[in-house]
């Protein structure tokens, strides 16, 4: 039996595991010490815990425990990683090197930098989406610190290529932090290949709880970092505040879950992915933003030209899925990943991103293939620019009354 | 973000959609916005030898609250005169439709197309 509506946007949040819900909720009541407490059993048993948590994520990654440092989520992490790491080196130079495309908590972060007095150079992306690795080392100069380049673009996700900006980094001495919030589960991530020196986690686009992230910090060779939360000295110093146990231990198990399972769950959502791709490819005018053959099995981001993206949202509302259209917010600028790649805005405004994920089935992208292919006809009934371009009018040639 | 009812009524059940044939008489039409704002509007009206609009139908690409607004001022300008109907205001608009401040501009667009379809009819019978 299908139950509507179905969660397509697996990107933006997943749910939390039941094996994980199950796992977490004995140290909400029970088990609810303080793992800084060192002078009773209450507090042994929920550090045991941690440190259990701390292994599973570290394994997950192939990093020794002792580089994990937990913190409320990725956007946290990547503050901490950026700022941290700009404030600690900045006697050797004031010069960062992210991408256009970098979600909004490290541009932001960036931007945050600029206004204390630090350069940022911000990569253009090819048309694919993926950093172009001649573009990145002509933007580095000899005062570059620090890089930051996501692992899987949210939007799209494409997989940028993470070893080889290491490798240049690592040969220049430049710290190297990469946000994998999107990347777990998905992309093998082996921090012992990789010269990476700080990752960004999160718990909750894989299938654990919001709230809870982790920051890598490379031991060899050491990377240092200015804390930018103070207080009891938690986690070595980099980032003070009780530990959430309930919250750690839910992110370990979905890491463990994770790690064991991802193989075989890949494939099986790959298939998934390939028959929605399949399914609407025969609609005329259908673009995939991104490239294909580097990306994540999980993302398709669409552009059905001609119809808006929120409207098309609110004709398929029985499907969970998120647009690059600007419509809802207060801005009338589209994705700004999606015109990074190009794009032009119309097709920007037309995006619909689908992510799959590991409650998914057959079933409901066959549900979700038909539902497109019904609305999309209707929607284009009712659009003037697919009336101009169906009687021969060029679009671009003609002189829009902006507003 | 949720929307109105009426919204969701028009949205679900546009009114007058589609365009006038190319040789009909007393047809003038209004289009607005731009694709790279992600709204376009058509509104076009069919203008009686009284001056009275007789028929309007509308196209519209956007979001909901733009197809909303571009299919209830079809309705609304039907039977009025031009003057008439260059009195509807986008605020009348904005509230019949329950329109939240982020959607503001499409109740503004709606009422942009009322006015370049009247000023495209005043413009081809030289008034």
Known sequence: ?403 | MAYSEKVLDHYEHPRNVGSFGKEEEGIATGMVGAPACGDVMKLQIKVGKDGVIEDAKFKTYGCGSAIASSSLVTEWVKGKTLDQALEIKNTQIAEELALPPVKIHCSILAEDAIKAAVADYKKKHGE
């Open chain 1, 1 to 403: 039996m299908l139950k509507l509506p179905i969660y397509l946007d697996y990107s933006a949040t997943t749910p939390v595991d039941p094996r994980v819900a199950e796992k977490m909720i004995p140290y909400l009541v029970e088990k609810f010490g303080n793992p800084a407490s060192r002078s009773h059993a209450f507090g042994w048993e929920a550090e045991a815990a941690v440190e259990e948590a701390r292994a599973e994520v570290a394994k997950l990654v192939n990093a020794d425990p002792k580089e994990i440092i937990w913190t409320s989520g990725a956007t946290e992490s990547n503050n901490l990683a950026i700022k941290g790491a700009a404030h600690f080196y900045s006697s050797k130079g004031k010069h960062l090197i992210t991408v256009k495309t970098e979600h909004k908590a490290v541009l932001d972060t960036c931007r945050e930098l600029e206004r204390e007095g630090f350069e940022v150079t911000y990569l253009d992306v090819m048309e694919n989406g993926l950093v172009d690795l001649e573009a990145f080392k002509a933007a580095l100069r000899p005062d570059t610190i620090v890089v930051s380049v996501m692992f899987v673009n949210n939007e799209i996700g494409v997989i940028q290529p993470i070893a080889e900006i290491g490798e240049i980094c690592r040969a220049k001495g430049i710290i190297f932090h990469v946000d994998a919030a999107q990347a777990t589960g998905k992309v093998e991530v082996d921090l012992e290949k990789l010269k990476v020196d700080l990752m960004s986690f999160s718990a909750h686009k894989t299938y654990g709880p919001k709230g809870i992230g982790a920051l890598y910090v490379r031991r060899k060779p050491r990377v240092r970092l200015e804390a930018q939360m103070h207080g009891g000295g938690h986690e070595r110093g980099f980032r003070s505040g009780t530990l959430p146990t309930h919250q750690i231990v839910g992110m370990g198990e979905a890491f463990r879950i994770a790690r064991e399972e991802m193989g075989e769950e890949n494939e099986r959502i790959r298939t998934l992915r390939d028959r929605l791709l399949k399914g609407l490819t025969d609609i005329e005018h259908v673009y995939i933003n991104g490239d294909l053959e580097h990306r994540i099995p999980h993302n398709l981001n669409i552009s059905f030209a001609y119809v808006e993206g929120e409207s098309m949202m609110m004709a398929i509302k029985d499907l969970a899925v998120s647009s690059g259209s600007a419509c809802t917010s207060a801005s009338l600028e589209p994705s700004y990943v999606l015109r990074a790649l190009g794009r032009d805005d119309e097709l920007a405004h037309s995006s619909i991103r689908f992510t799959i994920g590991r409650f998914n089935t057959e079933e409901e992208i066959d549900y979700a293939i038909r539902l497109l292919h019904e609305k999309i006809g209707k929607l284009r009934e009712l659009s003037p620019l697919w009336e101009m371009v169906q009687e021969g009018v060029d679009l671009n040639t003609v002189q829009w009354a902006a507003h």
